[in-house]
């Protein structure tokens, strides 16, 4: 869990990211954006806490999303429902956040059993 202090040390990395006060209070939908990319980080890497060496690259994806806002984090450029058809912006760099991500991710057993983790002990 993701406790006050280190929410707060986030902020401040993406005050410091964005050019703002350091002292720059967010409004409500920044602290909501903030939080969804927090909530999709842990989810991504399946882990319930946030590493300090995690924070700033935490930090740097929600100031990316605070100033493009929460529509534009996948990378897609067009989408079409009957033929299904999905056009990416290649531009972007849709997927460098989640690379950044990567050395993170804890891997979970299926199930979440833990009786045969002592295998790669």
């Known amino acids: ?9 986030i902020k401040q990395y993406i005050n410091i990211l964005l050019g703002n006060d350091r002292d720059a209070e967010f409004t409500d939908k920044d602290d909501f954006v903030i939080d969804t990319v ?8 399946n882990r319930s806490d946030i590493p300090v060496d995690m924070e700033r690259v935490v930090a ?8 493009d806002g929460l529509d534009k984090q996948s990378g897609v450029q067009s989408y079409r429902e009957l033929d299904m058809q999905v056009t990416y912006n290649l531009d972007a760099d849709a997927f460098g956040e989640k690379n950044m991500l990567q050395r993170w991710v804890s891997l979970s057993s299926v199930g979440g059993s833990d009786e045969h983790n002592d295998i790669l002990e």
């Open 60 to 67: 740097r994806i929600a100031a990316r999303v605070c100033t």
């Open 38 to 45: 927090i909530d999709e980080c842990l989810a991504f890497c």
């Open 1 to 9: 869990m993701v406790n006050a202090e280190q929410r707060s040390k």
